[in-house]
């Protein structure tokens, strides 16, 4: 099975900055999906970006970036021009197997101060 | 319009009582899934159901049932609750199983006293 590791528990990051949400995973599968979900304090899990692990690019989505390192087995999320609304817990999770068993990271919690 | 939705979004209850928790997804996707958050947020796979078909059964007490009555619900039914159930429930859907994105519905807090 995936493990995820999410080693950031909590960071800080002012109004307009990047931030780099950190993320490595642990498979001997050829092929998996790595994700980055977003929960605000409102509760609900929204999906931000996917990368799969063939895919020859980084993935975009916005002002999410995913920055993909095979080799390391990283999957950092990279949110550029922070915004206040930006501010919750960032979860990477992966799936490595046909059944759609989602492994989630312990999340980090993203605080952005204006 | 909301694509997956869970009623109800809060649930207190006693130990010993029994409760359900349903949801429903208008994306016409094929795969549901419960999951658990628990109180230090993390976040674990308890179920699916592939068009009807239960896939993935978790290391569950058996006091949780899911019920899936037609592709586009999938409820949960926990017997006996006990304090540890206290969580998040979390349903989500996915196109099919495999390398799908799953898009989660809103949550259930629910609260065992």
């Known amino acids: 099975a995936q493990k995820i590791t999410q080693t950031q528990p909590g960071m800080f990051v002012q109004e307009k900055e990047a931030v780099t949400l950190d993320c490595t995973y642990d498979?001997?599968?050829?092929?998996?999906?790595l994700f980055w979900y977003k929960q605000p304090s409102s509760g609900e899990m929204i999906f931000l970006i996917y990368?799969?692990?063939?895919?020859?690019q980084n993935a975009t989505e916005g002002r999410y970036s995913l920055n993909f390192q095979k080799a390391r087995k990283s999957a950092n999320l990279v949110i550029s021009a922070s915004q206040l609304g930006d501010s919750a817990m960032y979860f990477c999770?992966?799936?490595?197997?046909?059944?759609?068993?989602?492994?989630f990271g312990a999340g980090t919690q993203v605080v952005v101060t204006p | 319009d909301t694509a997956v939705s869970q009623t109800p979004k809060y649930l207190v209850t006693q130990m010993g009582n029994d409760k359900s928790i349903k949801c429903e997804q208008n994306?016409?996707?094929?795969?549901m899934y419960w999951y658990k958050q628990d109180s230090k947020k993390f976040l674990k796979i308890m179920f699916s159901?592939?068009?009807?078909?239960?896939?993935i059964n978790e290391t569950v007490p058996n006091r949780f049932s899911p019920k899936s009555p037609d592709k586009a619900h999938l409820n949960l039914h926990i017997n006996s609750l006990e304090l540890g159930d206290s969580a998040v429930y979390f349903c989500?859907?996915?196109?099919?199983?495999?390398?799908?994105?799953?898009?989660f519905g809103p949550g259930t807090r629910l609260l065992v006293l």
């Open positions: 999770a992966s799936l490595d197997d046909s059944w759609g068993k989602l492994q």
């Open positions: 990368q799969g692990s063939y895919d020859q």
């Open positions: 498979t001997s599968d050829p092929s998996y999906g």
């Open positions: 159901y592939n068009n009807k078909e239960l896939i």
């Open positions: 994306l016409g996707h094929d795969t």
């Open positions: 989500a859907s996915s196109l099919g199983q495999g390398m799908e994105t799953q898009y």
